[in-house]
């Protein structure tokens, strides 16, 4: 083995353990949107082929499909929290002086955290309700809960992701968006 300093990709600016829980979730968010968005683009060309090859569609395509979406999804949720790339309202936060954005920026990521934790515990009741249910998949005939595994998997690393961000702008002394992405704008950006 090589002592190679940890890839930029996955490497955080958080020190200690909050550190390796950041490249952690980094690494599982790599993982699942590249497996995801992998297996789909493979398992809808396979299904062209067959279709227009062999004229005969894979039965569980759509299904499969189906299931890489939600893994998409979910798993992209806190992609997009971690590159600071999510949907801000932030009209009342930009009309701020600086020296409140700070404690604003610490609330609004505690508070979406905490929405995402509850969202994570109301997703995982509902698999436990699925589960009970005892329903399968018509095609594949795996129970339809495995396919929604990825929901509270994707809110709990959402979570994760904001708390850390609040964490880092309690430690630190500028302003982040995320654990690596500071507040402010593009210079190409223009308001309208």
Excluded at 57 to 65: A, G, K, M, V
């Amino acid at each position: 083995m090589t002592d190679q300093p940890q890839s930029s990709e996955h490497a955080s600016s958080l020190p200690g353990f909050l550190g390796t829980i950041d490249s952690l979730i980094s690494r599982i968010e790599s993982a699942m949107l590249a497996v995801g968005v992998l297996l789909m683009a493979a398992n809808t060309i396979a299904n062209v082929v067959g279709r227009f090859v062999f004229q005969s569609s894979i039965f569980f395509s759509e299904e499969l499909n189906r299931i890489l979406i939600i893994l998409i999804t979910f798993a992209g949720i806190s992609y997009a929290a971690r590159q600071g790339r999510h949907i801000r309202m932030s009209a009342i936060y930009d009309a701020l002086p600086p020296p409140m954005r700070k404690p604003m920026m610490i609330a609004i990521a505690l508070i979406t955290a905490a929405f995402m934790f509850a969202l994570c515990w109301y997703s995982y009741g509902y698999i436990v309700t699925q589960a009970g249910r005892g329903r399968v998949l018509p095609a594949l005939q795996i129970p339809v809960w495995w396919t929604l595994i990825w929901v509270p998997v994707g809110f709990f690393m959402t979570g994760m992701q904001y708390l850390l961000t609040a964490i880092k702008n309690v430690r630190e002394k500028d302003i982040y968006l995320s654990t690596n992405v500071l507040e402010g704008y593009a210079a190409d950006e223009q308001e309208i």
